[in-house]
Nanobody, 123 residues
Framework: QLQFVESGGGLVQPGGSLTLSCVPS????????VAWVRQAPGKEHEGVSC???????YHADSLEGRFTISRDNAKNIVYLQMNVLRPEDTAVYYC?????????????????WGQGTQVTVSS
């Protein structure tokens, strides 16, 4: 199992920002592509952003450039900087391994989820 420990979520007002972090549980990131995936209440998991093992980054077109994914292999951590948050960004956010960009969508290759981190955007 390749799971992550996610953190950094919370309650934020519309238009605000948050930075999420995920750390792999028992393995090193260096050779893996990593995706951020979210699940809103009552909806399926949705790929958000992807960073490859050589630092290429991709985001779902629906985000309109509001999110940025990055990684620090030395610290073994992946970040998701989220700006101009909207109520529709409310979801539990997860990391997983294996991802690619596919006609505006982020596809992910594993459904081995950790506990995730809750992001709530509300006034």
């Amino acid at each position: 199992q390749l799971q992550f420990v996610e953190s950094g979520g919370g309650l934020v007002q519309p238009g605000g920002s948050l930075t999420l972090s995920c750390v792999p549980s028992g393995f090193t990131l260096e050779n893996y592509d990593v995706a951020w995936v979210r699940q809103a209440p009552g909806k399926e998991h949705e790929g958000v952003s992807c960073i490859t093992n050589n630092d290429l980054t991709y985001h779902a077109d629906s985000l309109e450039g509001r999110f940025t994914i990055s990684r620090d292999n030395a610290k073994n951590i992946v970040y998701l900087q989220m700006n101009v948050l909207r109520p529709e960004d409310t979801a539990v956010y997860y990391c997983t391994v294996g991802c690619y960009y596919d006609y505006g969508l982020i596809r992910y290759e594993s459904d081995d989820w950790g506990q995730g981190t809750q992001v709530t955007v509300s006034s």
